[in-house]
């Protein structure tokens, strides 16, 4: 016998040992078969799980609760409810307490769980380490690997509620706005999207914007808690004693539901009271925000109106620079028609970017309306001497151009003036966002994608263009298949047409 035949025979009878031990791993004390089917969910009055993130959990009428008299978290209750009576296996993965560790489920890592109808123990298991497909769950010296269920339907940070209405979404009709300045309004349901109930308040040439309008009314509806307050710090510090917001939920079946939103605390998270709650709660600052406006807030702040796919010529001017791009028929045959910018050494121009930028102007929205003192004054606005433009024209000869005028500021946030086609406002947008849309020559240079960067336009995921207009989005659809059509007929990259 050679050498190495002799190492194999030894490692092949030190497996085998060691298999024969685990099989025999006290047979007479452990159970075959592991089930807790039989458990009926709507028995179970009383959770309790002990070990790193322990918690105690009865049910009192309708509501879970736990030991300190905070409301649970529903949906993580019923996940965990309707986990147990999946218990069940009959693969047993040991017996031998030496292994509990190794698989998470001995008293320092597992974590028991208790399920009881009052103080009858209906169950009771250790949860421990994930297993394929599932977890590894210990009852006595019995550990199963169990299927179908997993560490954290029984394992949270935190258990008490934090969704603030129990309410489903399609079921709300009309949500009454009073914010706490006197204004109040009312979004009502028009289908998949929310109206202004009465437009009468809306001013005169108002562009009202239903996906603002969504925005309010998800907010309220799904308005979750930061925190539920211990104790009431009381009115004086939340603000919740006198003039509030209210956001009030109506239901088809007349129910009403309101949220109140106070102060803010040191965080600046908002102080907040909701029917059906004792307690004080605090939201976010981004909720409190988006839940805080008027009707005035509700405006489409698009900038432009064109249709993509009838783009033929774009003009950006950027200071002293200028450059043109002009198309024939083929959507992929974008040009350099005139640049003050001379064309670095073996520049190729990707058409795909002179799309993506018409795209980007079309879809591109304002951060706010300009103040009244500036909005209609294009003097000082700078919108008479703009710092850029940006200029598309159609196939039917029509002009449409983005103006950028004078540097500003907003609560020490830099802005820029701007005015599209869509109407005669003066609006406000992003500085950087000008320096984007005016970008010059180098910005539309080709640049292999990176290896296994995902197919599309210029590297762009088709799934992130969801948000877009519906007329750009099917634009920037069609160049990416014709874009996908030229590489597998081994286009590759676009030529340089110079």
Same mark, same amino acid.
């Given at each position: 016998m050679n050498k190495s035949t002799l190492i194999a025979v030894v490692v092949f009878v030190a497996l085998l040992v060691g298999a024969l031990a685990v099989l025999r791993e006290k047979p007479e004390r452990g159970m075959e078969r592991l089930s807790f089917a039989t458990i009926e969910v709507?028995? !179970?009055? &009383? *959770? #309790? @799980?002990?070990? #790193?993130?322990?918690v105690e959990l009865k049910k009192e009428g309708d509501l879970w609760k736990l030991a300190d008299g905070k409301r649970a978290d529903r949906a993580a209750i019923q996940r965990l409810l309707v986990a147990v009576p999946k218990i069940q296996s009959s693969t047993v993965v040991t017996r031998n307490p030496e292994r509990f560790a190794e698989l998470e489920v001995d008293d320092a890592k597992g974590t028991t769980v208790v399920a009881a109808a009052g103080d009858r123990e209906l169950a009771e298991f250790v949860v421990g380490k994930s297993a394929r497909g599932g977890t590894h769950i210990r009852v006595g010296d019995d550990v199963f690997a169990v299927r179908g269920v997993y +560490?954290? #339907?029984f394992v949270r940070d935190a258990w008490y509620e934090k969704k603030l209405f129990d309410v489903k979404p399609e079921d709300v009709e009309k949500i009454e706005i009073a914010l706490a300045d006197g204004t109040t309004y009312a979004l009502v349901r028009k289908e998949q999207d929310?109206? *202004?109930e009465d437009p009468?308040?809306?001013p005169a040439g108002f562009r009202f914007d239903p996906a603002q309008a969504k925005v309010v009314a998800n907010q309220a509806i799904f308005a979750s808690a930061g925190e539920v307050l211990d104790a009431d710090p009381g009115d004086e510090k939340t603000g919740l004693g006198g003039a509030t917001d209210a956001f009030t939920l109506v239901g088809k079946d007349g129910k009403r539901q309101t949220l109140r939103l106070g102060g803010e605390d040191e965080n600046k998270h908002v102080y907040a009271r909701a029917d059906g709650w004792n307690e004080v709660v605090t939201v976010s600052p981004s909720t409190g925000k988006a839940l805080r406006k008027g009707p005035s807030d509700l405006r489409d702040l698009t900038l432009m109106s064109f249709t993509p796919a009838d783009v033929v010529a774009l003009d950006i001017v950027s200071g002293k620079d200028s450059i043109r791009f002009e198309r024939d028929e083929d959507p992929s045959s974008w040009r350099i028609a005139k640049s003050s910018e001379k064309e670095p050494e073996g520049f190729r121009l990707d058409p795909n970017r002179v799309t993506q930028r018409i795209a980007t102007v079309r879809s591109t929205r304002a951060a706010s309306v300009a103040p009244a003192s500036n909005a209609a004054d294009a003097s000082a606005a700078g919108l008479e001497k703009a710092s850029g433009t940006v200029t598309v024209t159609t196939k039917d000869g029509a002009s449409s151009t983005m103006t950028f005028g004078a540097d500003t500021k907003q609560n020490e $946030? +830099? /802005? $820029? /003036? !701007?005015?599209?086609?869509v109407d005669g406002e003066t609006y406000l947008i992003?500085? /950087?966002? &000008?320096?984007?849309? @005016?970008?010059?020559?180098?910005?539309f240079e080709y640049q292999e994608p990176p290896p296994g960067a995902p197919g599309g336009l210029g590297g762009i995921d088709p799934a992130q263009l969801?948000?877009?207009? +519906?007329e750009v989005r099917e634009s920037l659809m069609k160049q990416i298949m014709e874009q996908q059509r030229q590489q597998a007929l081994g286009g590759g990259a676009p030529p340089n047409p110079h």
């Open positions: 709507d028995d !179970v009055t &009383r *959770i #309790e @799980t002990k070990g #790193e993130k322990g +560490p954290s #339907e929310w109206a *202004i009468s308040v809306l $946030v +830099p /802005f $820029v /003036f !701007v005015r599209g086609n992003a500085d /950087f966002t &000008r320096d984007s849309l @005016t970008g010059g020559l180098s910005t969801q948000n877009l207009p +519906p």
